[in-house]
């Protein structure tokens, strides 16, 4: 049995939106009390403008960690088909450090067929 308080998270999907307004976003869950950060996994928009902003996970990872302090971050699901494990690994490792421990990784299948071929995977 678990105990102790429920944690809540928010889902801040990065597409559509520019660094300025999700770390916007992410200071105010942070301020909130929110216990956890959660970006989505692509490298395109899912809707919206196709050309709109969308930013690269882990990348934003890395930086949302240097600017936060307390907040849990990670990726909703990474796409296992999108990188070679040991630079999954590498990366996690890193945002893990730069963020004092504060990340959590999930991994999956990847899904979008049209961002695989758009990208050659």
Known sequence: MTTGRPQFGIDTAQHQQTWAQLLEHVRFAEDAGFDGIWLFDHFKALYGDPNGP???????????????????????????TYRHPSMLAMEAVTVDHVSGGRVELAVGAAWFEQEHRELGF
């Open 54 to 80: 969308c930013l690269e996970a882990w990348t934003l990872l890395a930086a949302l960690a240097a600017a936060t302090t307390r907040i849990r971050l990670g990726p909703m699901v990474t796409g296992m």
